[in-house]
């Protein structure tokens, strides 16, 4: 079993995302932030250094366990400005929904349900809002608000000339959630070897992959008009909405099933699969299929297969780990709720990495140092 790249691949370092040095700076942020946690909050509130590193933090008070985080789209509304000046479709309907996606996603890794998303548009320019593109947005951003059970509570529109480009809209959110009652906050403890890998997949490039994709849409002829296989172009590919998870995760905690962990895969691909800070290893003994945008991508990126893992999602947007036995009934409850998942692979004892077993592909732990 070869071991996948200690680096980014070459086009996704000419597309300007390096993870090596951005890791880097976030593990400098996070030294920093350690730091703090010697400050006494009011209230007898109590923040769990558990949840240092997960995708979201949890904090006790009254009684209450709650998550909240905050994320950002990234370069995928650049997508949808190129499709809209080539061809004049609308996508930010879509981006909308992504970006509330990203964050409530990430929210419910440790456990939380959504109450409250706040939304954060910073555009170059007052004349971005012109046309429909805000409106569709807007609506995005209120459906997946929807789908997630939560309350948009409200935001933040800066202008920012000179800083953000007049054409373009920098998208993020934040949002608090809580941790259901009787259930313990997933910020890794309770995996333990034997816990079952169910893998749930993704509708395509979610929020991770935008740069890539657009250093490779500039080296084809037609662009974001190119036709894939399918017929679809490859904008309106690039730019299928992302799943929410949220009402997946809320159904495995209500139906009662030991969930010990949830990991959202973004960036670094299935990397993330040992998101956990633990000592243990994740053997992947099946894969599911491959998005065709995602092949597209990797083709004309010349991408290896351990490149290719190690960077997209490659059609598994989520994973959930359970108790033995209890995979089936979880994937019987991501059919009811209309998506994919299939039982992918098993905790084990060993050093920290995960083995993509059907690609011959091995992830140390010093290949995911985000904490």
Same mark, same amino acid.
């Given at each position: ?86 061809? +004049? ?72 000339? +000179? ?92 139906? +009662? ?70 995979? +089936? ?43």
């Amino acid at each position: 079993m070869s071991d996948g790249p200690s680096t980014e691949s070459a086009a996704y370092r000419e597309a300007g995302v390096d993870y090596a040095t951005l890791d880097a700076a976030k593990r400098l942020a996070l030294a920093a932030a350690r730091s703090t946690s010697t400050i006494r909050l009011p209230h007898g509130a109590v923040f769990s250094e558990d949840s240092r590193g997960e995708p979201a933090q949890v904090i006790e008070v009254g009684g209450l366990r709650l998550g909240f985080v905050l994320e950002c789209l990234g370069t995928k509304s650049m997508l949808a400005r190129e499709i809209e000046e080539a061809s +004049g479709q609308d996508h930010f309907a879509a981006i909308g929904y992504d970006t509330v996606a990203a964050v409530v996603n990430d929210l419910v890794c440790v456990g939380a349900l959504p109450l409250v998303v706040n939304a954060y548009f910073a555009t170059g320019s007052a004349g971005w809002y012109a046309g429909s593109r805000h409106a569709s947005l807007v609506e995005g951003w209120r459906r997946a608000c929807v789908d997630a059970g939560a309350v948009w509570g409200g935001g933040e529109s800066p202008t920012l000339s +000179g800083l953000v480009a007049p054409d373009e809209v920098d998208l993020a959110g934040s949002a608090i959630g809580i941790v259901p009652e009787g259930r313990e906050p997933l910020c890794g403890a309770a995996l333990a070897p034997g816990d079952e890998i169910v893998l749930v997949a993704s509708s395509g490039l979610h929020a991770n992959g935008a740069s890539l994709a657009r250093q490779v849409a500039r080296h084809l002829p037609d662009r974001l008009e190119h036709r894939l296989a399918s017929g679809t172009s490859l904008g309106a590919a690039l730019l299928t909405p992302s799943h929410s998870y949220v009402a997946l995760v809320r159904a495995v905690l209500e139906d +009662g099933l030991p969930l010990h962990y949830a990991s959202h895969i973004t960036g670094h691909g299935l990397r993330k699969v040992m998101r956990a800070q633990r000592e243990l290893t994740y053997r992947i003994e099946a894969l599911p299929e491959v998005p065709e945008v995602l092949g597209f991508l990797v083709e004309h990126a010349d991408l290896s297969p351990a490149e290719a893992y190690g960077t997209l999602n490659m059609g598994a947007g989520f994973a959930l780990y359970l108790a033995p036995g209890a995979a +089936g009934r979880a994937v019987a409850l991501a059919a009811a709720h209309g998506l994919s998942a299939m039982r992918a692979g098993v905790v084990e004892a060993g050093p920290r990495q995960v083995l993509l077993e059907p690609l011959g592909v091995r992830f140390s732990g010093e290949q995911l140092e985000l904490a």
